[in-house]
């Protein structure tokens, strides 16, 4: 299988997939069964998908083993990392506010830095800034939110060379994800609102097939 080269490592040439907002074990255990590779509990109390220390705890002790678990967080202070921290066994954080990289980088675990997409956003730029980051998650710019908008933006806007992975997040589903990784290439997508039946409530059936997409056309670009 041909190899994805971004920055410094080369990566299997296969797409993961992160399902974001998770509040329900049932949708956790539907979503680590269906092949998602990451779940998402977001630890921003403005949210709809808005999980409290003791739900996230519940629901990243139903996790199966070899599933990623990443908290997302929106300008939070040190202390509210850190008490997450201390009680939900977090893989990963995911940044999505305006946190400097120093900020980032100092809980003792990998890091994703959220990036919305508008024209004049020089993503170089800002992997350069965020070159700590696991990766760079591409969401849509929305004036006055932090995600979770069901917006897409403009996939052209990415450049080929960015020196870091890229997360495609921003107005995915079932129906569009297929085209998305052909033309970005990223290493992995991220979806809230598109596998959802109400916010914050995972559509099992919608999380199947928005896999699925990821795996069939992985096949066929392979």
Request: hydrophobic letters at 45%; glycine letters at 8%; a neutral charge.
């Amino acid at each position: 299988m041909p190899l994805r080269f971004s920055g410094m490592a080369p990566f299997i040439d296969m797409t993961r997939s992160k399902i974001c907002g998770i509040t329900r074990v049932e949708d956790a255990r539907s979503a680590a069964a269906s092949g998602a590779d990451a779940l998402g509990l977001v630890f921003y109390g403005k949210s709809p998908r808005h999980v409290t220390v003791p739900q996230a705890l519940e629901l990243a002790k139903a996790i199966p083993p070899f599933v990623t678990v990443v908290g997302l967080f929106v300008n939070p202070t040190e202390d509210e990392v850190r008490n997450v921290l201390r009680q939900v066994p977090l893989d990963v954080l995911q940044f999505h506010g305006e946190e400097p990289p120093e900020f980032c980088a100092q809980f003792a675990r990998p890091y994703l830095k959220a990036v919305r997409v508008r024209p004049g956003v020089d993503l170089v730029q800002c992997a350069a800034r965020y070159q700590s980051a696991q990766g760079l998650l591409l969401d849509a710019f929305i004036e006055g939110t932090h995600g979770g908008t069901g917006a897409s933006f403009d996939w052209s806007l990415i450049p080929h060379d960015l020196p870091l992975p890229v997360i495609l997040s921003g107005g995915l589903d079932a129906g569009n994800v297929a085209a998305a990784i052909k033309q970005v290439r990223p290493y992995a997508v991220d979806v809230s609102s598109g596998v959802e039946a109400a916010k914050g409530i995972k559509d099992a059936a919608k999380v199947a097939a928005f896999i699925n997409e990821v795996k069939q056309i992985d096949i066929q670009l392979s």
